[in-house]
């Protein structure tokens, strides 16, 4: 899934500390990775007339290196998308295939998803591809938050033209995100809820995705379980060893 230009905050106990808005992302975007993590999580996709889930099995290695495994359902079990650095694939139990996504797949839904690849996968970096600048603050969910601006560098080729991003002041969560087309027109909404503590770091263990042009539809994630700087084996990102993967 984003941000930057360069305003201050401070708070206080008995010293002042000080950031800027890309400080802010940067931190925000430290505590979803780590060093490593392992998540297990179900995606749920509704609909006006009918709602799908699937479960899935994540590992990732800072911000280089992810995998997602699909557990169910039967249909789409043993499904894998692979990230390394900037170069994504696609594994296919049905063909038995990896398949290299390229750029112009970016945009395109995530098996039946509101997310695009990009969203999914992470392609584009919060912290690298784009500006950040602190438009203002809100409370949201009894809490206090930076509301912050994120607009693409010149250098970056991303799916947004431009992002807002509401991040609490003190555990540094990603509370809220819209995403706007090049336009600027407002396009997805994304909500973070039902905040629990993961290995010490308080998240939103619930994130609802809403694209604003369709009526009745969003795709909820929730994350069963969420562990941080856990030991990964190198294969498991691997394009040899996606199909192997459990």
Request: charged share 25%; with cysteine.
């Amino acid at each position: 899934m984003f941000r930057f230009l360069i305003l201050f905050f401070c708070f206080t106990s008995t010293v002042v500390f000080c950031q800027n808005a890309k400080d802010i992302v940067q931190n925000s975007d430290i505590r979803l990775r780590g060093a490593s993590s392992y998540a297990e999580l179900s995606i749920t996709i509704v609909r006006p007339k009918w709602q799908k889930e699937m479960k899935l099995k994540s590992w990732s290695k800072g911000n280089d290196y992810s995998v997602t495994l699909v557990t169910s359902p039967a249909k789409e079990k043993g499904s894998v998308f692979l990230k390394r650095k900037r170069e994504a694939w696609n594994y296919l139990p049905a063909i038995e295939r990896t398949i290299k996504l390229p750029p112009s797949m970016m945009t395109q839904n995530w098996m039946g998803t509101d997310f695009t690849n990009d969203d999914l996968i992470k392609q584009s970096s919060i912290v690298i591809d784009y500006t950040h600048e602190i438009i203002g603050s809100e409370t949201l969910e009894g809490l206090d938050t930076w509301k912050i601006e994120l607009f693409p560098t010149e250098e970056s080729s991303v799916v947004w033209g431009k992002l807002i991003v509401w991040i609490d002041k003190i555990d540094y969560m990603q509370l809220k995100t819209e995403f706007y087309d090049e336009d600027l027109e407002i396009v997805n909404k994304m909500v973070g809820s039902e905040i629990k503590q993961y290995n010490g770091r308080k998240l939103p263990s619930k994130l609802e995705f809403y694209p604003l042009e369709d009526e009745g539809h969003k795709t909820i994630i929730n994350y069963n379980k969420w562990n941080f700087d856990v030991k990964v084996p190198e294969n498991y990102f691997s394009t040899q060893y996606v199909s192997r993967l459990k």
